[in-house]
């Protein structure tokens, strides 16, 4: 199938397509489907906007798309990236704004069909066009290491690899980060999600130590199986969008800090004694990852 | 946790499943980042206790050729005991 429709004049010259210098275009990937991709770009998005940071989500998973879905954002959903990049409609009409948090906007993904054409060059303009109106571009990457994935790592400057500490999808990552190296892509750091404490401490489960030494990368952020992952996702508001305080949210929230740039301690709740107090304080929301 | 594989932990009969995925996984991450595959990795393996023990007389049971990864670095490590140096590599080799 051919590209549909002339590219408009700005998406054809190379030069307009010269990034924006101060916005920061990031990966989110992981090699394995199902380890937390869509979620972690969907809260961390929320997260960086509510920071004050112009943010755009971009959905580079044309074939299997739910980031709108994540974001309640898809009955609102009129052009895609697939117009954009056809020069048949503007930037403002194809980016979905969050009504909630005005901070945030969607660029969604076209049509699954886009597949058969789509180039790295594709993404990388479309890449280039969000971060003229942004902060931040997080780009949802799709799993597999085949051409969604380049298409999409093409477009970045720096990229997040997020694992679950279990062993296909550990495998997996190390293959994306040995992709992501190849290419120059910098700083790759790691979000471990769904990490099970008492697993963990009956040594039924990689510790987060574990997982670093293995994949060699700086530690981003820590997210335990958090049940109202699911319960937001089925509400489609992101948990880090209305002040929950359960331990996935605080743990997104805690990414979107420590990528301003701003140390916050990193608490892992595997290390840590089940006592009373613990669990009093983590009742409490006290303790933080 | 089973009561049956606690007691066998306990034994020391068994291992956490999470550290035999650890080690699993090091060795596996090894030779997805070598791009080695298992063949031509034994035929290495072969050649380089030849040439040593041209030289020398190993252990050839004990004798172990692998790689290892540490930091994304792979390293291929050799660990062969040798029995004792062969007269003939005192001299230099004729050929
Ligand atoms: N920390 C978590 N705790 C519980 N469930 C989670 C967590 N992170 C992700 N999930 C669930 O895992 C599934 C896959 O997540 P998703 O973000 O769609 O993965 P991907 O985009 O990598 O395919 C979803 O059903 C999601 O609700
Ligand atoms: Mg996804």
Redesign the interface.
């Known amino acids: 199938m051919r590209r549909p429709g002339p590219l408009a004049l700005t998406c054809c010259d190379p030069l307009a397509a010269v990034t924006n210098a101060t916005a920061r275009i990031i990966l989110i990937c992981s090699g394995k489907g199902g380890v937390g991709k869509t979620t972690l770009t969907a809260n961390l998005g929320i997260a960086l906007a509510q920071l004050g940071q112009r943010t755009v989500v971009l959905d580079a998973d044309f074939g299997l798309r739910n980031l709108d879905l994540l974001l309640g954002l898809e009955n609102r959903i009129i052009y895609t990236a697939q117009e954009l990049l056809a020069g048949s409609c503007r930037l403002e009409q194809a980016l979905v704004k969050h009504k909630q948090q005005p901070n945030l906007a969607l660029m969604p993904a076209g049509n699954p069909r886009m597949l058969e054409w789509l180039t790295p060059e594709d993404m990388r303009t479309v890449a280039n066009l969000v971060a003229e109106r942004a902060d931040y571009v997080l780009i949802d990457c799709p799993a597999g290491v085949e051409q969604g994935f380049k298409n999409a790592a093409a477009a970045c400057h720096e990229a997040i690899v997020i694992t679950t500490p279990?062993?296909s999808a550990?495998?997996d990552a190390?293959?994306v980060?040995?992709l992501l190296?190849s290419q120059g892509i910098q700083p790759i750091q790691l979000v471990l999600n769904r990490v099970r404490p008492r697993?963990?401490a009956?040594?039924?489960?990689?510790?987060v130590a574990?997982v670093t030494?293995?994949l060699?990368l700086p530690l981003l952020g820590l997210v335990v199986e958090d049940e109202q992952v699911i319960v937001s996702t089925n509400r489609g508001e992101p948990l880090t969008l209305n002040g929950n305080g359960s331990p996935a949210a605080r743990a997104y929230h805690n990414v979107a800090r420590r990528l301003r740039g701003e140390q916050v301690p990193l608490h892992d709740p595997t290390r840590e004694r089940r006592g009373l107090r613990a669990r009093l304080l983590n009742k409490l929301g006290m303790a933080g990852n | 946790?089973a009561l049956f594989e606690f007691l066998q932990r306990l034994l020391g009969r068994q291992k956490?499943?999470?550290?035999l995925?650890?080690e699993?996984?090091?060795l596996?991450?090894a030779h997805?980042?070598s791009d080695l595959n298992p063949e031509l990795l034994e035929q290495m393996r072969r050649e380089i206790l030849e040439v040593v023990q041209k030289y020398v007389e190993i252990d050839l049971e004990e004798g172990d050729v692998s790689l290892e990864t540490e930091?994304?670095v792979t390293a291929l490590v050799a660990n062969l005991p040798i029995k004792r140096a062969r007269p003939a590599a005192l001299t230099a080799p004729s050929d």
């Open positions: 279990e062993m550990v495998r190390d293959r980060i040995g190296n697993m963990v009956n040594q039924e489960m990689m510790s574990d030494d293995l060699a | 946790m956490p499943s999470g550290t995925a650890k699993r996984l090091q596996v991450l997805d980042r930091d994304r």
